[in-house]
């Protein structure tokens, strides 16, 4: 994939795109593969666009800050994540958790990261350190789009 193909959360048609699609799931919504509900699947989308934008802190322990350049090209490159791949323990979403709350919770952090990124280059991950608002705006759309696939959006 060539690097102007990505698309990116940080754009007002990509985030308008992702509203559009996050409208069409519904609480009972199965997914095509993995264990959350479609409530959880909001709820884990919310956390990494929070860490992202610095309202919520990372927790990663010493040894996966060890894989840091290894998970950096994978959050950034171009393959799309595989179904089912392990999620690292504080996103997990284990409770039961409430759609209209999530589905909020989800779009103000989407706005939030978009506020985040305008009028600038170069944005600060807490685990990734500087990423272009290119590079932010591709990996936050990858996650997000992952698990909309995951629920047939």
């Not at 610095?54 to 996966?64: C, R, V, Y």
């Not at 994978?74 to 979403?93: C, I």
Request: charged fraction near 25%.
């Amino acid at each position: 994939m060539n690097i102007a193909d990505r698309k990116s959360l940080a754009t007002p048609e990509v985030h308008s795109e992702c509203i559009a699609r996050i409208e069409t799931l519904a609480s009972d919504s199965p997914p095509l593969w993995g264990k959350m509900s479609s409530a959880q699947m909001m709820a884990h989308c919310a956390e990494i666009l929070e860490v992202a934008t610095g309202k919520k802190m990372t927790g990663s322990p010493w040894f996966i800050k060890l894989l840091r350049p290894f998970v950096r090209r994978m959050v950034v490159g171009p393959k799309p994540y595989p179904r089912s791949t392990r999620t690292h323990p504080q996103y997990l979403q284990v409770k039961e958790k409430d759609f209209a709350m999530e589905r909020a919770r989800l779009l103000k952090s989407m706005d939030g990261f978009a506020e985040m990124c305008a009028g600038k280059a170069v944005v600060r991950h807490p685990f990734f350190g500087e990423l272009t608002v290119d590079e932010a705006g591709w990996a936050m759309f990858k996650h997000l789009d992952h698990h909309l696939r995951q629920f047939g959006s």
